[in-house]
């Protein structure tokens, strides 16, 4: 698998366009359920909008995931040599460990202000990794 990525000069930049269109999935359906928190589309009930992004969101991030992985496998001396890669891996920790807390203590029912703070540090976490994503060809 990791010699076709390499042998093919097609391979990996369809894997990178699958990296991200998995982001894509993931970030914009984060954002448009941090905008119908924040009171857009107010006629949409927030579980049902949650459930319908968190779905797709998920979806994206086991797309970025496996890709992300697998590019990785290619190359996993340089990357973990790279700054930006282990900053990266950080904030996906860190996202991780902020969606555990915000599923934890139930926020999307509570919608309250520390949910609402929950959200916008995922959105600027998400955002990071983005970021640190493109430093790493650079």
């Not at 391979?11 to 699958?18: F, G, M, N, R, S």
């Not at 894509?24 to 927030?46: C, M």
């Not at 890709?67 to 900053?87: D, H, K, W």
């Not at 309250?112 to 955002?127: F, H, N």
Request: glycine share 6%; charged share 10%; hydrophobic share 60%.
């Amino acid at each position: 698998m990791f010699s076709a990525l390499q042998s093919h000069s097609w391979a990996y930049p369809a894997l990178e366009a699958v990296h991200i269109i998995g982001i894509a999935l993931l970030l914009g359906n984060l954002v448009a359920l941090e905008l119908r928190v924040f009171g857009r589309a107010a006629a949409l009930p927030v579980q049902a909008m949650a459930r319908l992004s968190l779905s797709i969101a998920l979806c994206g991030f086991t797309l970025a995931a496996a890709s992300g992985s697998l590019m990785f496998a290619t190359q996993p001396a340089e990357l973990l040599a790279n700054r930006a890669f282990v900053i990266k891996m950080g904030l996906l920790l860190a996202a991780g460990c902020n969606a555990g807390w915000f599923h934890a203590r139930r926020s999307l029912r509570k919608l309250d202000a520390l949910a609402r703070v929950q959200m916008l540090l995922s959105t600027a976490i998400w955002l990071a990794v983005v970021f640190c994503g493109r430093w790493i060809a650079y």
